[in-house]
């Protein structure tokens, strides 16, 4: 078998035992806000756990090849319209001369993300308006340093579109400040497979601007639980990035049955 095979096996073992224990579990209803790299003006609900999980992915960078799996954001809820979100990826590289490679678990970061403005998002009129602040943690296998940051983020609905935007500041591992935008349209809420995009740049230092964008769909199964797929290109560095991503996300309430 081989390993691209393997890949494939074991992301639907993952997915099956997924749905097994969500109807264990009891699960809410889950709105994905995988696969982007930006986020939405919104939080899990008081004591409520929600996993994104990305079991399959892949990353190409300039003549090096990745990868990704697992890709994880854990999101609790709390009082007052917050949530705690702590997430990493797993990045392994492929086709080594050198042989295999240790896994890196990388892109780590614990964060707080508060509600300002209550709106469509949370059933209420207008837009809804939240930020996100925290420490991006040292990685394993990857970057020894740490970091911190902010963004601010605004989202709103129409009958016909979903927009998200982000716009925020961070202090990275290398202690050089970067600057990033992003913007996320989706198609009809009420659709159950829906359309999405993603734009986002950003700016490291007195750096050029680097541009990503990123298109795929969100498959919003009844009741408890949203599928996504998704392909990114980017140029860093003068070097081109490929990426395509699938993955799952759920909502549940922990000892619910």
């Given amino acids: 078998m081989t390993r691209k095979a393997v890949i494939f096996r074991v992301g639907r073992i993952v997915i099956r035992a997924a749905l097994v224990v969500l109807v264990a579990l009891g699960a809410e209803d889950a709105v994905a806000y995988r696969p982007f790299d930006s986020t939405d003006a919104d939080v ?23 990868r ?3 890709a994880v954001i854990a999101n609790f809820g709390l009082k007052g319209d917050r949530e705690i979100v702590l997430e990493g990826r797993g990045k392994t590289q ?39 602040c925290g420490v991006l943690l040292a990685e394993i296998n990857g970057a020894p340093g740490t970091g911190a940051g902010c963004i601010g983020i605004l989202s709103h609905r129409a009958p016909w579109a979903t927009a998200h935007v982000n716009a925020g500041a961070f202090l990275d591992r290398e202690h050089n400040w970067k600057r990033v935008l992003g913007f996320i349209l989706e198609g009809p809420h009420e659709w159950t497979v829906r359309p ?6 950003e700016r490291v230092g007195n750096g050029n601007w680097s541009n990503a964008v990123l298109v795929g769909m969100i498959w919003r199964l ?14 860093t560095n003068t070097q081109p ?8 996300t759920w909502a549940f309430q922990p000892g619910r049955r």
């Fill in 44 to 66: 899990a609900g008081e004591n409520e756990f929600e996993l994104e999980l990305g079991p399959i992915g892949h990353l190409r960078q300039g003549e090096n090849r990745f």
């Fill in 68 to 70: 990704i799996a697992p």
């Fill in 94 to 132: 492929t086709g080594s001369a050198s042989g295999s490679s240790p896994m890196q678990f990388g892109d780590t970061a614990l964060s707080l993300k508060q509600i300002h403005r209550r709106g469509v998002l949370q059933d209420a009129a207008g837009p809804s308006v939240a930020s996100e």
């Fill in 196 to 201: 999405v995009m993603e734009l986002v740049t």
């Fill in 222 to 235: 009844e009741g408890h639980l949203s599928l996504d797929v998704a392909v990114r290109t980017a140029r």
């Fill in 241 to 248: 990035v490929h990426e395509w991503r699938a993955g799952l």
